[in-house]
């Protein structure tokens, strides 16, 4: 293609300043550019937007059309008009190499057809499991009844064994100082306190159980 003709294929920017939309035809076709936009024609139709554009400026300005034939406006005009022109760049036609090296080439198919599949096991989780609520609410104490219909405190003590501890609790601080016990002991039952036999079995038994020795109840 000649360096001429292949100019008319050059792109040009244009850039509409008006503030209505510009609408030129070429062979019938409408083309827009929209107000404050810019597009981009071959230069043979930029040529023709950019003299209807310039006839419209120009009436716009005038419309008496004085201005038609002034060329210095013209030229102002169509200079803020055409913003750009790059060079046409003529497509390059492959090599024969080049077309038997595509011809060859596997296709889309025939290469996911090739590629080694890979299976991944479909897993499904297991439901949650769902935990019982711990019941915080007030735990009944079963009764034993006698034939009286009244527990005795060995049945409650055997029905709950927490009502037995309970109770030697509340015995037990009803138990003097182990320290009052042992002065009792060397006081009042005047037993031999230097004696480390003595001191190791009375060390040994709990405070019920030394009160329950000495005797300090009754």
């Known amino acids: 293609m000649a360096e001429e003709a292949k ?8 850039f509409n300043y008006d503030n209505e939309d510009f609408i030129f035809r070429v062979d019938s076709i409408p083309y827009i550019i929209k107000a404050g936009d810019q597009r981009n024609f071959p230069k043979f139709m930029a040529a023709l937007a950019t003299k209807h554009f310039v006839d419209k400026m120009m009436i716009k300005a005038d419309p008496e059309g004085k201005l038609l034939l002034n060329k210095e406006k013209r030229l102002d005009a169509a200079a803020r008009f055409v913003i750009d022109e790059q060079p046409f760049e003529e497509p390059k036609l492959p090599t ?9 080439q596997p296709s889309d198919l025939e290469q996911a057809l090739s590629k080694p599949k890979t299976v991944t096991p479909l897993t499904t989780a297991p439901p949650p499991v769902k935990m019982p609520e711990p019941d915080y609410g007030k735990v009944e104490t079963p009764v034993i009844e006698n034939t009286a219909g009244v527990p005795t405190p060995e049945q409650l003590a055997k029905a709950n064994p927490t009502v ?4 030697q609790l509340e015995e ?10 042992m002065s009792y002991a060397k006081d009042v039952l005047k037993l031999d306190l230097s004696n480390e036999k003595i001191v190791k079995r009375l060390d040994s038994m709990s405070d019920k159980k030394l009160y329950d020795e000495l005797q300090m109840g009754k």
């Not at 100019?7 to 244009?14: H, K, W």
């Not at 024969?96 to 060859?104: A, D, P």
């Not at 037990?172 to 016990?181: D, F, G, I, T």
Request: hydrophobic share 30%; charged share 40%.
């Open 96 to 104: 024969q190499e080049e077309v038997i090296e595509s011809m060859n």
């Open 7 to 14: 100019g008319i294929y050059n792109q040009v920017t244009l």
């Open 164 to 167: 037995e501890k309970f109770d």
């Open 172 to 181: 037990e601080k009803k138990l003097p100082a182990r320290k009052e016990m």
